[in-house]
């Protein structure tokens, strides 16, 4: 797909194309040509990270399997991309039932990031809290990914953040938020 885009530039009328590269379902690829240079933009769908806190105060986290990553196991809070007409709550309901087969009696929204720049995204940090196993669990789209649930306190899950072993760093900047807000 090709979008011819014009523009005024410093009083003068100048010409920028861009060109998708990449279309797949969660990631958007394009080169813009802005004057002579070549400009990549990555743009990722939107998604909630979800902070799932018990009643003892621990916050849930996920273990995983993704054979298309390094490493192949990861740590991580509840997450999942926004589908199209749906919205950052009803998101973070779903992921919830999905990966921790969990319902939230609340989830309230922490914090909107949006990520402008080379990547762009948007990220909806999460609270969810009175927490109940879900009677009627739904099955996890991506098959049989999780392989521990596990509950840590908000110190050791900054403490493995800083030490490298919760690799979706973006994502757990939520857990600085939390300290940051005293939730």
């Not at 018990?54 to 926004?82: A, S, Y």
Request: hydrophobic share 40%; aromatic share 8%; proline share 4%.
């Amino acid at each position: 797909m090709h979008i011819l885009i014009r523009c005024l530039n410093i009083g003068h009328l100048s010409v920028t194309k861009a060109k998708t590269i990449y279309q797949g379902q969660y990631i958007k690829l394009e080169e813009k040509l802005i004057q002579e240079d070549v400009y990549e933009l990555v743009h990722l769908r939107a998604a909630v990270i979800v902070f799932a806190k018990d009643k003892n105060g621990k916050f849930l986290f996920i273990k995983e399997h993704r054979p298309h990553e390094t490493p192949h196991l990861r740590l991580k809070p509840v997450t999942g991309f926004i589908d199209d007409g749906d919205d950052w709550l009803k998101t973070a309901h779903k992921e919830l039932r999905e990966e921790a087969g969990l319902i939230a009696g609340n989830i309230e929204l922490i914090r909107h990031l949006p990520l402008t720049g080379s990547v762009t995204t948007d990220k909806y940090f999460a609270l969810a809290t009175d927490l109940s196993k879900d009677q009627n669990p739904i099955a996890n789209p991506d098959g049989d990914v999780i392989k521990e649930i596990m509950y840590l306190s908000l110190e050791e899950a900054i403490e493995l953040t800083l030490k490298g072993d919760m690799p979706l760093v973006f994502d757990s900047l939520g857990l600085f938020l939390i300290k940051e807000l005293k939730l």
